[in-house]
């Protein structure tokens, strides 16, 4: 099914939600992404995936209390729903599927 | 630095994020970008995190983010007009005397604009009816003489148009043209004079003139073939089936191979009848040997048509090109040529010999400017009072606010009121459009003959549109400070504050107001002032009763012997041209130095000519009469021709007897120094001139001096007398004091029209005056009450009313005197050569004439304040 189809960064920014459990909000899934990965991340691209994964209904939010922090405007907190954590696990088995038939892999020589 | 108040992010982008992010989204994207620009701060300090707080607002435009425009809020409008409708006219009639001024004063500043936008789309439209008007390019001449300043020209000679038509690449068809074919057309024993243009065979190709019967192909392909207009065949036959008759001028028989509709009136190509350019009589057209010359470019006209996919850029360059080859023969003069658009011709830049109707674009940018200024000026009387009454609107506001409209429901609503009010005044501001259309018709005959000013539909269309702007624009600041009120302190009561609130703005638009009525009404005077003393003016010589008749082809002399025995005819000259009208007849001359030659202007007259206009004579004598102009050898020149050619300017005496030379040789003896008169108009400075004799000048003009007693009887002998020597034209005979008045219409009509809008900015400007002092006066009256019951009197009391008006009044002046001033001083006057300097007189007398006006309207209604009885105010409490 397309609608439910985890592009490899969507994966990345559901793992870091829920990685991240209870803290993960827009600007925290950019940071730790940054830190895992190396790559810098755009806000802006970050928030564009999340929007989508909600929309597909592989993550939800609430908007958490407001603080004296960013100008006094809540955060928006992520956390993945059952569709989510089914769509994660189904990505992590395919990937072991591929891994393990795979004859000979020469890992040390690889790296 | 204190950090009371933290550094924060760029507000504009903080607007801009929360107008076009969906409500859902927007909080939590704030304050994500907040987070980053703290962050910012921190590492890279206050104008860094702001960029990027730009960079990141402007970066998140994306689909999902934005917000979904709400058309059902668009839908509510449609619903509510009903309401919108209902409480506007309960409005209306509520407060009868602010509904007045703001209805009567849109609609006569509106009318002014209807009119306006009437005369812009009657020029714009010119020469719509050909049906290629995209394609119809006119080619241009500019002439740069060594030396002197450049001419642009509307005409171009004949080798360029036919260079043109033989070896331009790219050009679909061209005409030529030429003007100048006139005279009477004799039919039978009928003789009627017409004037019309020659055109070539692909006229027709160009221009989507229809044919009624003829050939357009072939109907100008022969000499002496004539084209007419039904309008002139009905003139010259009674009837317009005349296909193929004659008609005579002087000894040649012309046939007519084409009848056409008549010409529109927006056309800029007039005529009464074509003639086929191939009758051109090469032998009489070239008899000043050249015709078919570069640099022949005073009466031709070439019009050419692209094709399709055709660009008039290809065509410059390809004229460029012939430029640079012909002007190779030339040696004191280049000729530029360039292609102007048909859209061009009627509304553009002045050009010399221009065909058929123009206007200088300045000038509709400069009346369209003055009226705009009008209408403003009674938006903002709209603005001012609208605000002002803000009051009992407000609680209808308040409560609207309170039922759930939005700030947007609001702002809609009263804008609609104010399109609905200016709707309202449309009406009687198309009344008022068809009285002045009548007007500004008659006011000068070049503007009858310029437009008609017709109504049409899209013109209605035109004007709906704009009464609609006129309301959106006088009504978005009332409509910005009602949808801005708080619903909670309107209601509450505290309404008493907001009242006064917004005092600066409405003084303001106060003082804008009365600086532009100054500066019109000023500009008026000084205008009207400076017309009257160009009438006046003191040309050096006497125009009174000197009565210009117009010879039109007659002999001078056997006219003069008619009019001789009239006793109210006191003396008799001839002269070519008649002076001081803004024509001058030009030639070069030389002195001793065979490099140097100058410019003159040039008049021909007889030996009665001086005396009769009062010249005066420094040195030497009037003319010597001869029989012909060829065996006389006199001049009689003036104090800048001494000068210009230095023989001896000081003792004008000496020069007498020195000798000038014109171009072909021929050579000049000076027999007079005259003192230096104007030959030309008040523009113009006198400049180096000469009187050369002729005695027979069937062309020009004879010059009667009149007794002015029993001027009708004279008249009528004079009428008698022309008509034993001419049958045919009638008499073309004209005061030479109204010549004058005429040669300076242009400005008589600039008078009037600056006047009257002028009149109307006042009007406009008073009523809006008059109601914001009757507004304050009502809303301060439990003040002055309470200052009567304490002793204040009656003059105390008009002053401490008064006073705030009269200061604006005074700095209104203080901005306006100034500018008119120096606007004349150093802009307009400047291009008179003469001019009375600017008196402190007529500064004064348009401020004194506001001021009486504004006194009076202020006096009487705070007189009526001060007067009332304190009691009855104080005892409703």
């Known amino acids: ?111 | 630095m204190t950090h009371s108040q933290p550094p924060h992010p760029p507000r504009w982008a903080q607007k801009l994020l929360s107008w076009y992010c969906r409500p859902e989204l927007a909080e939590d994207l704030q304050g994500d970008l907040n987070e980053f620009f703290e962050r910012n701060l921190r590492k890279h300090g206050l104008w860094y995190a702001r960029f990027i707080y730009w960079i990141d607002v402007l970066k998140f435009i994306r689909s999902y983010t934005l917000r979904v425009p709400e058309f059902h809020l668009l839908f509510i409008h449609y619903i509510m007009i009903n309401s919108y409708f209902k409480t506007s006219l309960r409005s209306l009639v509520r407060t009868k005397l602010f509904s007045f001024i703001n209805v009567v004063g849109l609609a006569i500043s509106m009318s002014v604009g209807l009119l306006m936008i009437a005369l812009l789309s009657d020029l714009l439209s010119y020469d719509d009816f050909h049906a290629k008007k995209s394609r119809i390019y006119r080619i241009i001449t500019t002439l740069q003489p060594k030396g002197s300043a450049e001419i642009e020209l509307a005409s171009s000679s004949v080798l360029a148009g036919k260079k043109i038509k033989e070896s331009f690449p790219n050009i679909e068809s061209v005409t030529l043209l030429r003007r100048g074919f006139g005279g009477d057309a004799q039919v039978g024993e009928s003789i009627v004079p017409i004037g019309g243009l020659w055109a070539d065979s692909s006229f027709f190709k160009v221009f989507s003139f229809t044919l009624r019967a003829g050939n357009p192909t072939t109907a100008l392909r022969n000499p002496y073939s004539i084209i007419l207009p039904e309008k002139t065949a009905h003139k010259l036959f009674g009837h317009s089936d005349v296909l193929g008759k004659s008609i005579r001028f002087d000894t040649t028989n012309y046939t007519i191979t084409g009848i056409m509709e008549d010409i529109p009136k927006l056309s800029h190509l007039r005529f009464d009848a074509l003639v086929s350019f191939a009758s051109i009589d090469l032998r009489n057209a070239d008899s000043d040997g050249h015709f078919l010359n570069w640099d022949n470019v005073y009466s031709n006209y070439a019009y050419v048509l692209l094709p399709e996919n055709g660009h008039p850029q290809t065509l410059q360059t390809n004229l460029n090109k012939l430029c640079t080859t012909q002007n190779k023969s030339l040696k004191d003069l280049q000729i530029l040529l360039s292609a102007q658009p048909l859209s061009k011709i009627v509304v553009g830049n002045n050009l010399e010999n221009s065909i058929g109707p123009t206007i200088h674009q300045v000038a509709i940018w400069v009346l369209g400017g003055l009226v705009m200024i009008v209408i403003l000026s009674a938006c903002f009387n709209y603005t001012n009072l609208s605000i002002a009454r803000s009051l009992r609107r407000s609680r209808e506001v308040g409560v609207r606010k309170v039922m759930g409209a939005l700030r947007n429901q609001v702002l809609g609503q009263f804008i609609i009121e104010s399109v609905i009010i200016s709707l309202l005044a449309l009406v009687f501001s198309f009344l008022l459009f068809l009285a002045l259309r009548e007007q500004f018709l008659s006011l000068n005959p070049h503007i009858d003959n310029l437009v008609s000013l017709r109504i049409s539909f899209k013109l209605i269309g035109y004007f709906i549109v704009f009464s609609m702007s006129v309301g959106i624009v006088a009504g978005f600041l009332p409509a910005l400070f009602f949808s801005r009120l708080k619903a909670l302190q309107v209601l509450k009561g505290t309404s008493s504050i907001q009242l006064f609130r917004r005092v600066n703005l409405r003084k303001s638009l106060i003082v804008v107001q009365y600086t532009l009525s100054l500066i019109f009404i000023t500009t008026t005077v000084i205008g009207y002032h400076q017309y009257k003393s160009f009438l006046v003016f003191d040309l050096g010589f006497s125009t009174q009763n000197i009565l210009n008749i117009k010879l039109q082809g007659n002999k001078s002399e056997l006219l003069r012997k008619e009019l001789a025995e009239i006793p109210a005819v006191k003396g008799i000259a001839t002269s070519r041209l008649v002076t001081s009208l803004g024509s001058i007849y030009g030639t070069i001359i030389k002195y001793q130095n065979p490099t140097d030659s100058s410019n003159v202007a040039l008049n021909f007259v007889d030996e009665n000519y001086l005396p009769l206009h009062g010249h005066r004579l420094l040195a030497g004598r009037n003319f010597t009469p001869h029989t012909h102009e060829n065996n006389s050898t006199e001049i009689i020149v003036n104090q800048q021709l001494l000068k210009r050619f230095d023989i001896t300017p000081q003792n004008p005496s000496k020069a007498l007897g020195e000798q000038i030379k014109t171009l072909d040789g021929k050579k000049y003896t000076i027999v007079g120094v005259l003192k230096d008169f104007h030959y030309g108009t008040v523009e113009r400075k006198i400049e180096p001139f000469v009187m050369h004799y002729s005695p027979e000048e069937s062309g020009g003009y004879l010059n009667l001096k009149i007794n002015a007693e029993d001027l009708p009887s004279t008249m009528s002998r004079i009428e008698e007398a022309w008509k034993r020597i001419d049958k045919i034209h009638p008499l073309e005979a004209r005061f030479y004091d109204d010549q004058i008045q005429e040669a300076y219409q242009q400005f008589s009509v600039m008078v009037k029209v600056i006047g009257f809008l002028a009149f109307l900015a006042v009007v406009i400007a008073s009523m809006g005056l008059f109601g914001m002092v009757v507004f304050m006066t009502e809303t301060k009256l439990k003040e002055i009450s309470i200052r009567k019951v304490m002793g204040a009197n009656e003059s105390s009391l008009i002053y401490f009313l008064s006073k705030s008006f009269i200061a604006l009044l005074i700095l209104s002046a203080v901005i306006a005197l100034p500018l008119t001033y120096f606007l004349f001083d150093k802009i307009v006057l400047v291009k008179f050569a003469y001019h009375q300097p600017i008196g402190l007189g007529e500064l004064m007398t348009g401020f004194v004439m506001v001021v009486a006006l504004a006194s009076l309207l202020i006096g009487s209604q705070t007189l009526k304040a001060a007067r009332t009885n304190p009691a009855k105010v104080l005892r409703n409490e």
């Open chain 1, 1 to 111: 099914m397309k609608g439910t189809h985890l592009g490899e960064f969507e994966e990345l920014v559901l793992l870091t939600i829920a990685a991240l459990s209870s803290e993960a909000y827009s600007v925290a899934i950019c940071d730790e992404l940054e830190k895992h990965t190396g790559r810098t991340t755009k806000l802006g691209v970050v928030h564009a995936v999340l929007n989508r994964l909600e929309e597909k209904g592989l993550a939800k939010s609430y908007l958490g209390e407001a603080t004296n922090t960013r100008g006094g405007k809540r955060k928006r907190y992520y956390e993945v729903t059952q569709v989510g954590k089914i769509a994660l696990t189904h990505a992590r088995d395919i990937r072991e599927g591929l891994w393990r038939v795979i004859p000979d892999l020469h890992l040390g020589g690889a790296l």
